[in-house]
C-alpha cells in the first residue's frame, strides 16, 4: 500500500481582494496524528478548512485530503471526514438524539445513535431533551457527535473549545485522544495553545495566511524558546560546584549565590544530568526548581513577526493566546 498522508497542501493560497487570507501554504498532515492548527484570530485557519472541504475555492495552489483532490475529488472526500464547524446551528425543539438520528439518515450511515452519543459524551437524559435547552457545551458535545458519524477517518475540529469551561476542555480532549486510540487522523484548529498542546502530537502555526512554524510542542520550544531555568538550592555553598553547571553542554547560562544555583538550560537532557553531575561532585540538593519558558510567551514570538521577518508581514498579532474567549 502506498503511504498516505492525511491532508498534505502545496502552494494552497487564498486571496480576498487585495487581502491573502492563505499565502503559499504547504502543509503533510500524517495518516493517525493529532495535528493541531495554530493560529491569532484571522490567522487564515478557517479559510484553509474551507479549501480542504471544497466549500472556498483556492486562488492557487492545491490540496489532497485523504489522497483525493479537494477539489476535483471533493465528493470522495466528504463522506470519510467528519466536521465540527466553528459556529453550528442547531434546530432547538429537536432533541440530541433526533439530531444524531437525522445525521446518520443523511449520511446514509449504520452508525448505533447511542454509542455515537456515548462517545460524544452526552447523556441519555440530555439527548431526550430538545437542543434549543443545551448549554454551550453540550451542543458542542452533540456537534461533535454529529462528526463522528459514519465513522470518518478524519475529523477537522474548527475551534471545539470555543466557548467551553475548564471541564468542557478537559472533556473534549479527552474525545479526541479517544477518537485518536480508534486510528482517527484528528486536524485540531484554535487560537489557544494550551488546548492545542495537551492533545496534539505535532502542531502547525499560521500566522497572516502564512505557516511560520511545525514541529512537536517540544520541539518549537527548543527551536524558539529559551529554554528552561533550573534553580537548585543546595546544602552548601552553590559557588563550590558551579563549575560542574559551567561545564555541562546544553547549560548556557549559570549563576551562584549563597546555597542558589541557578542555570539556564538550552538541552532538557541537561536538566537530570545537571542533577546527577553536582550529586557526584558531592553536592546535596536541598530542593529543585524548573521553570519552563511559558507557552503564551512562545506562541506570541511566533505569531508577532519577530521570528522571521522574511515570512511575516510584522505588525502586532491579532490575539494573544491568553485572550479570553469571547461568546460568537
Ligand atoms: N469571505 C471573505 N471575504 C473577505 N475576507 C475574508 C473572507 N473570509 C475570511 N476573510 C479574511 O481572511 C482572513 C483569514 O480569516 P479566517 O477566518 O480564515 O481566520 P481564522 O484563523 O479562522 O480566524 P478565527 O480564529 O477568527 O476564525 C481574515 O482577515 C478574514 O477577515
Known sequence: MIEMSAIETSGLTKAYGDLTAVNDLDLVVEEGEVFGFLGPNGAGKSTTINMLLDFTRPTAGSATVLGYDAQAEADAISPRVGVLPEGFDIYPRLSGRRHIEFAIKTKSATDDPDEILERAGLSADDAARPAGDYSKGMRQRLA???????????????????????????????????????????????????????????????????????????????????????????????????????????????????????????????????????ADAGATIRDLRIEEVSLESLFTALTNGDVDDSKTQGGPADAVATEPEVAR
Open 144 to 278: 461533535t457527535g454529529i462528526a463522528l458519524v459514519g465513522d470518518p477517518d478524519l475529523l477537522i475540529m474548527d475551534e471545539p473549545s470555543s466557548g467551553l469551561d475548564p471541564n468542557g476542555i478537559s472533556e473534549m480532549q479527552d474525545l479526541v485522544r479517544s477518537e485518536s486510540e480508534r486510528g482517527t487522523t484528528v486536524f485540531f484548529s484554535s487560537h489557544i495553545l494550551e488546548h492545542v498542546e495537551a492533545v496534539c502530537d505535532r502542531v502547525g502555526v499560521l500566522n497572516e495566511g502564512e505557516l511560520v512554524a511545525v514541529d512537536t510542542i517540544e520541539g518549537l520550544r527548543e527551536q524558539f524558546g529559551g529554554g528552561a531555568t533550573m534553580t537548585l538550592t543546595l546544602a552548601g555553598p552553590a559557588a563550590e560546584v558551579r563549575a560542574v553547571a559551567d561545564e555541562l553542554q546544553g547549560v548556557t547560562d549559570v549563576t551562584a549565590s549563597g546555597r542558589t544555583l541557578e542555570c539556564t538550560i538550552a538541552d532538557p537532557a541537561a536538566k537530570a544530568r545537571l542533577v546527577t553531575e553536582l
